[in-house]
């Protein structure tokens, strides 16, 4: 079975500094993605960001960018610029079946300072 | 078009009591999907649907849960007999077709409180 790990329950940024959250998984699946996705207080998950693990390059999304490193099972998320919209749980997901059902991780809280 | 919308948004139930909760998954999305998701844990997978058809069921934590998607649309789950340990948030999600790809649109959940 998949597992994903966020060892990383809590993280504080200044507005418009850089924070990276963590992420681990383990799987022997070879091809599947792996995705960020933003929880606010109102609760209404929203995609962030996704990676389809075949892809060497590292995918981006205006402010947000992934570090994906596939041999050490690694899928960190880099928030720059950060804005006090940001601030909310994120969540880590795997993705490996043919029909998107989704492992998340534990999550890990965000907050920015003004 | 709207999102995903979930009804009732919050529910109390006695232990021992049914409850049916409510999705509405965007118009024209084939794939449906329920999570349960503990206080401050991430969501875990309950149930898939393509289209009516319920293809996984393998998260579903007892046999007193079940869940529908008679017309292909509206999806109906419903916990039977309910106990303290299912208070949590369930959430649905649709996606467009079938393919990993395809972004899951999450609705904003129905928080369960069991009594």
């Known amino acids: 079975a998949q597992t994903v790990t966020q060892s990383q329950p809590e993280m504080s940024v200044q507005e418009a500094e850089t924070v990276t959250l963590s992420c681990t998984y383990d799987?022997?699946?070879?091809?599947?993605?792996l995705f960020w996705y933003k929880q606010p207080p109102s609760r209404q998950m929203i995609l962030v960001i996704r990676?389809?693990?075949?892809?060497?390059q590292n995918a981006t999304e205006n402010r947000f960018s992934v570090n994906f490193q596939k041999a050490a099972k690694s899928f960190s998320l880099k928030i720059s610029d950060s804005q006090l919209g940001d601030a909310a749980m994120y969540f880590c997901?795997?993705?490996?079946?043919?029909?998107?059902?989704?492992?998340f991780g534990q999550g890990t809280i965000l907050t920015v300072h003004p | 078009g709207a999102g995903v919308s979930q009804s009732p948004r919050y529910k109390v139930a006695k232990r021992g009591q049914d409850v049916a909760l409510r999705c509405d998954p965007i118009?024209?999305?084939?794939?449906l999907f329920w999570y349960q998701q503990a206080l401050g844990q991430g969501p875990e997978f309950l149930t898939y649907?393509?289209?009516?058809?319920?293809?996984?069921k393998s998260g579903l934590p007892s046999d007193r849960f079940f869940a529908e998607r008679p017309e292909g649309s509206v999806s109906t789950l419903k916990i039977q007999r309910t106990q303290q340990e299912d208070s949590a948030v369930y959430l649905c999600?649709?996606?467009?077709?079938?393919?990993?790809?395809?972004?899951?649109?999450f609705g904003p959940g129905t928080r369960l409180t069991v009594l």
């Open positions: 999600a649709s996606s467009l077709a079938w393919a990993l790809t395809d972004t899951q649109y």
């Open positions: 799987t022997s699946e070879s091809d599947y993605y």
């Open positions: 990676q389809e693990a075949y892809k060497q």
């Open positions: 997901a795997y993705g490996g079946t043919s029909y998107g059902k989704l492992t």
């Open positions: 118009s024209g999305h084939v794939s």
């Open positions: 649907f393509q289209n009516e058809a319920q293809l996984d």
